[in-house]
């Protein structure tokens, strides 16, 4: 079945201490895509991937950093995570290099105390 | 830069009704764009896309029109269904950029 998948999918912890949120697609995706979710604000994208070893910053991306040494995979790693960082946080992929059709994995809800 | 907005944050309607979520987007360069619904707990599902060489475009039970005149696009849901409850996100993309650009997002009621 062809997915995004997200780990882990809820996650508390607390200010400053380093964390990853991993994603994962099966697609063969050249594109991949981080986004945070807020009320109010909608879907805002933290960086992004348009292929191995390449990789962008979104509109929001201050206290994240990211990955991409395998196309399958984009961890977004928090090195000191903050409480404005707590979250619904969501991956997507899609071919080619506009982000045409993200397809969206199923969220992490992270929790900063 | 752009920025998408969708003009109502709720909209409810009942079963078997036509539905109609507009959204608006402000810069002329747009030249794709894209609505998404996402249910209760899921992630963003892609529905239906549109090109600006294009003004309608069809698929099942949904259309959008875009009017590029005055930056605005829409979303109609024919004959609207108990699974049709969501909300639904327009997003645009820049000609040039690699990015999205998602509106807040309205949530759709269905009323039985």
């Known amino acids: 079945e062809a997915q995004v998948t997200q780990n882990p999918r809820y996650l508390i912890t607390v200010t400053g201490k380093k964390l990853t949120v991993t994603c994962s697609q099966n697609?063969?995706?050249?594109?991949m895509s981080w986004y945070r979710q807020d009320p109010g604000l909608g879907l805002r994208q933290i960086y992004y991937s348009m292929n191995v070893e390449v990789t962008d910053k979104g509109d929001v991306p201050e206290g994240y950093k990211v990955s991409r040494k395998e196309k399958r995979n984009f961890p977004l790693i928090l090195e000191s995570p903050s409480p404005n960082q707590t979250s619904l946080y969501f991956c997507?992929?899609?071919?080619?290099?506009?982000?045409?059709?993200?397809?969206f994995g199923p969220g992490t809800r992270l929790t900063v105390t | 830069g752009e920025s998408v907005g969708l003009h109502l944050p709720t909209l409810s309607v009942q079963e078997g009704d036509n539905s109609i979520i507009n959204c608006a987007y402000s810069n002329s360069a747009s030249d794709y764009f894209i609505w998404y619904k996402q249910e209760s707990g899921k992630g963003p599902q892609f529905i239906i896309d549109i090109r600006s060489n294009m003004d309608k475009r069809q698929g099942q039970r949904v259309t959008v029109l875009l009017n590029k005149t005055v930056k605005h696009l829409s979303l109609q849901i024919a004959a609207t269904q108990p699974g049709d409850s969501a909300v639904y996100f327009c997003a645009a993309v820049i000609q040039g950029a690699q990015k999205l650009v998602f509106g807040q997002g309205t949530r759709l009621t269905i009323n039985p």
């Open positions: 697609m063969n995706h050249e594109y």
């Open positions: 997507a992929s899609s071919w080619g290099r506009r982000g045409y059709e993200q397809y």
